[in-house]
Structures are given as structure tokens and as C-alpha cells.
């Protein structure tokens, strides 16, 4: 029987930046990519380990992260990593797939903009 989910989810593309702390008590902060997200959560391609089970900030745009000016609309959501897989994913600069890590991520409150 298939695993049933208390939020749809929306297949879309994020830029987000996740921090935490490691558990040797060290600061990080990884850029990311939302590649789908529901009110409870998301799943993201990090660039860059993240620690399972740890508690993080996830910060989304829903805009250009690049524009001058922009700055996250959704920020902190604080949020639990519940998942951690090896991915590899295309990129078109490198000419190949290169690895990364798929990140799943509970939030810690439902968001009221998906």
C-alpha cells in the first residue's frame, strides 16, 4: 500500500539555503535547490552534506535570488532534515551529472503559501 502524505505536494523549483549546525557545533550554510514542496515540507537538492536528523533553517525564494535587492519571502522556516540520499543530478556547465545530496526536510510549522 502506498504511503499516504497529510499535504500535496508541488513540484517546483526553489532556490533555498539551508543552515544548521554540524554536530561537531559547527555553523554551515549550503545552497539548495526546492524541487518540490508541500505545506510540511520539502525536498531539496543540496550542494553539500547536511546532517540527517538535525535540526535547520530552511530560507526559500520565491523570486530571483540573484536580483539585486531580492530577499527571501519565506525566512527561517525552521524545519527537522528526516531524509539524506546520495543524487546525482545534471548540469549543463559541467557537461555531465555531478553528486549531490537529496535532502528531505519536515518544517516545524505548515506553511500558508503553497
Do not use: C
Amino acid at each position: 500500500m502506498g504511503e499516504l502524505r497529510q499535504h500535496e505536494r508541488r513540484k517546483i523549483e526553489l532556490k533555498a539555503i539551508v543552515k544548521g549546525i554540524d554536530p561537531a557545533g559547527q555553523m554551515f550554510a549550503r545552497d539548495a535547490r526546492i524541487v518540490n514542496l508541500s505545506r510540511g515540507g520539502a525536498y531539496l537538492i543540496a550542494h553539500g552534506d547536511i546532517p540527517s536528523r538535525d535540526a535547520v533553517e530552511v530560507f526559500l525564494w520565491f523570486g530571483d535570488p540573484d536580483e539585486p535587492g531580492s530577499t527571501p519571502q519565506v525566512s527561517p522556516t525552521p524545519s527537522r532534515v528526516v531524509r539524506v540520499e546520495p543524487v546525482m543530478v545534471s548540469d549543463a556547465v559541467a557537461g555531465g551529472v555531478i553528486p549531490r545530496h537529496g535532502v528531505a526536510v519536515r518544517f516545524d510549522r505548515e506553511l500558508d503559501v503553497v
